[in-house]
C-alpha cells in the first residue's frame, strides 16, 4: 500500500499548482465525433456503495464546475489490465475475441477472488482520481500472470506499451476545459484526499471492446469471468 500511496502522493504534489492556477491539461477529444480510439481492456467494476459515494462526491464537483467531464455511474471501472491500448484505427474484426477469452481464462485458474480499498483522491493535470488500494497482492499477480501469458501468445497485444500500471485507481473526471473556481473545486478535492469510498470484493472482471472513456453507449462486453468461485 506504501507504494502505491507513493504513487498518488506525488501525482497530488505535481498537480496542485496546477489545480491552484485552474491551468489544467484540457482534453479535446471528449467530444469529438472524430475520436476512434479503441482497444480492448479487462476490468473491474465498483460495487453499489462505492458508486453511491462517488457519485456524490463527483455531484458536488459538478455544482463548482459543471464544464468538466465527470463520469457516470455506468462508466466507472477500474481498469486491471489494458490489453490493447486505445488507438485510432483499431477495429473488432482485426481479432479473435474468443481467443483472448481463452488466454485470459487459462490465467485466472489459479486466482482467487480480492479486495480494493478505496480511499482518497489524487489528480493529475488532466484528470481526478479515486484512489485504489489492494489489501493484498492477489491484483499485482494476476497482472504479471496476464502479461506472461499474452507474452507467450500470438496475439495481438500493447501492454504496458503507454505506461505500466501499478496501481488500483478509479478516473473519474477529465477537465474538458480550464478551472473557472480553482480555489474551490481544491478545496473539495482536499476535503475528500482521504475520505473513504469503501471497500469492495473483486470477484468478477469484464472484458470489453472500448473507447478511450469506457463510454457504455460504446463499450461492447466480450467476456465474463468469475474468478474466486
Sequence with gaps: MEGRAGIYDKLWDESYSRLKTGSVETDHYIDSPEDKRYGITLLTRPDVMVRQKISIFLEKLCDIEPRQYY???S???MTVLSVISCFDGFHLRQ????AYQKVIQRSLENIGSFEIHFCGV???PSAVLIQGFPTDSTLEVLREVLRDSFR???LMATIDSRYRIQT???TVVRFRDELLNPDAFLNLLQEYRHYDF???KVDRLELVFND???RRSTTRRLAEFRIGV
Design 75 to 77: 462508466d466507472l471501472h
Design 71 to 73: 463520469y457516470p455511474n
Design 122 to 124: 489524487t489528480a493529475s
Design 168 to 170: 488500483a485507481h478509479m
Design 95 to 98: 481479432v479473435d475475441p474468443t
Design 152 to 154: 507467450s501468445s500470438e
Design 198 to 200: 469503501g471497500k469492495m
Design 212 to 214: 478511450w472513456y469506457q
